[in-house]
């Protein structure tokens, strides 16, 4: 079981770039990193994946070195409204059936975005 | 737009009562799960279902019970609800093989009184 392990909080101001970074030392070899976003009262909703190296969209991107026991959100520019908890979760989402057994959410990482 | 429905935003019971959560997706998916979310403690998995009729316990089964009688539903049972099972509720669905994650509900936010 992969689990993961973030800061519990950041604080940024507007129009900064934030970086948020999990720990996921023991990622297994079909493991991709899969961020979430969740603002109040609402579920999570799926932000960012990656397997290896660099991936980008409108919204963010991921870092994900070599060996994989880390990864990085990066979020250009933030505004208030990207004020949210963020998930990093590890797991293998494919085929397999028992697959959910392999997603753990932890607690997240708060970020607060000050004017 | 994809979704998945929960059938209360907010409920009040009371201890010992039997509690139903619903949770409806349109999307033909066929994984589903049930998490609960408190304070300090992220989400945790309660059960989930990959296929009618299939259920598989999660990390925190105690105390619940699920049913999935058709694909798009998937059913939440508290037998005797108590105030340690007050919390936020949140159902998700996933479409089997596709290496892109979850949609999830808005939640029920449970207090038992």
């Known amino acids: 079981l992969a689990k993961t392990t973030q800061p519990i909080s950041m604080d940024s101001y507007e129009g900064q770039e934030v970086n948020i970074t999990c720990s996921h030392n023991n990622i297994a070899t079909n493991d991709y990193i899969t961020w979430y976003q969740q603002f109040p009262s609402q579920g999570p909703r799926f932000i960012i994946q990656?397997?290896?190296t660099k991936v980008t969209n409108e919204v963010a991107s991921l870092f994900i070195p070599a060996d994989r026991k880390s990864s990085t959100l990066s979020l250009p520019r933030v505004s208030l409204s990207d004020t949210a908890v963020y998930y990093c979760?590890?797991?293998?989402?494919?085929?397999?059936?028992?697959?959910?057994?392999?997603?753990?959410f932890g607690t997240g990482t708060r970020l607060t975005v000050i004017p | 737009d994809v979704k998945v429905t929960q059938s209360s935003r907010y409920l009040v019971k009371r201890t010992g009562e039997k509690v139903f959560l619903e949770c409806v997706q349109d999307?033909?998916?066929?994984?589903m799960f049930w998490y609960r979310q408190d304070p300090g403690l992220g989400l945790r998995l309660i059960y989930f279902?990959?296929?009618?009729?299939?259920?598989e316990k999660g990390d925190i089964p105690e105390g619940y019970s699920v049913s999935r009688e058709k694909k798009e539903r998937f059913s939440l049972i508290l037998e005797s609800a108590s105030t340690n099972q007050t919390s936020m509720y949140l159902c998700?669905?996933?479409?089997?093989?596709?290496?892109?994650?979850?949609?999830f509900g808005s939640g029920t936010r449970l207090t038992v009184v």
């Open positions: 999307m033909d998916h066929e994984n």
């Open positions: 979760l590890v797991g293998d989402m494919g085929y397999d059936q028992t697959g959910a057994n392999n997603l753990f």
């Open positions: 990656g397997y290896k």
């Open positions: 998700a669905s996933q479409f089997t093989g596709l290496i892109a994650g979850y949609t």
């Open positions: 279902s990959y296929d009618v009729k299939m259920k």
